[in-house]
């Protein structure tokens, strides 16, 4: 269903074939998700890329890097269109000239930006691939919006690529629900000198697989690789 003040924004419902139904393995799935862009993209395998919103340089070439990488081999790269890491993340899987798709999870209404830096990249997004929100236009980011969107993320992916966080993050967030939904878990170790390892490094003791390139990720998750974007 279209909504009425911006035909771009479509909504989909829970009881809907559009409706993705990795999210249906949440105890509070959405009742309806706004989509602004190609949503049959729902329908591949997706890996989640999140981390520091004040990511060091090493941390927002890795965050690109994996994510152009990750996307070449056919996974969907998915994240939060935050500063920092998931920007960089969404910058690397859309690359360049690649012809390659990212979805953004947004903590406010897709009639809003958030953060206003990222307008270009949201619009880019939209074009090539898909801004999602179970907030309705008109809602703007609320502190309490962002751990909610973080369930999206970790429900729809298949795995969780924690780069950079520091000991209390969103992206820890993301990584307990995902490990509580049975998602694979993967972080990027750093210098134990360093507050944006610490998070990384809490995950690694709690069973994550220590990751230092993208086929440490492939390894895991084999089946999925590949896949075609072909035909979209």
């Known amino acids: 269903m279209r909504t ?12 809907t074939p559009d409706y993705p139904a990795r999210l249906l393995d949440l105890s509070d799935p959405p009742n309806s998700l706004y989509t602004y862009g190609d949503i049959r993209l729902l329908d591949l395998p997706m890996i989640a890329i999140v981390g520091s919103r ?9 965050a690109y890097y994996f994510a152009q990488a990750l996307s070449a081999e056919g996974f969907l ?8 890491v998931d920007g960089a993340a969404h910058r690397g899987a859309l690359g360049q000239n690649q012809g390659h798709r990212t979805i ?3 903590g406010c209404g897709l009639d809003i930006v958030y953060p206003r ?9 939209a074009n090539s691939g898909l801004l999602v929100s179970e907030l ?34 969103g992206s820890l967030i993301t990584a307990r629900l995902g490990c509580e ?52």
């Open 4 to 15: 009425p003040k911006n035909p771009n924004i479509i909504q989909i419902h829970r009881n």
């Open 54 to 62: 004040a990511a060091s340089p090493e941390g927002i070439r890795n």
């Open 77 to 84: 790269v998915i994240s939060g269109l935050a500063r920092g």
């Open 104 to 106: 953004a999870v947004c």
């Open 117 to 125: 830096e990222h307008l270009d990249l949201a619009q880019a997004i």
């Open 136 to 169: 309705a236009p008109g809602l703007g980011p609320k502190a309490w919006h962002f751990p909610r969107r973080n369930r999206i993320i970790a429900a729809l992916s298949l795995g969780i690529l924690v780069i950079e966080a520091a000991e209390r993050s």
């Open 181 to 232: 939904l049975g998602r694979e878990i993967f972080a990027i170790p750093g210098s134990i000198h360093s507050p944006l390892s610490k998070g990384c490094h809490q995950l690694l003791q709690q069973g994550a697989k220590l990751v230092q390139s993208p086929q440490d990720i492939l390894e895991e998750l084999p089946k999925w690789s590949k896949t075609s974007f072909k035909g979209l």
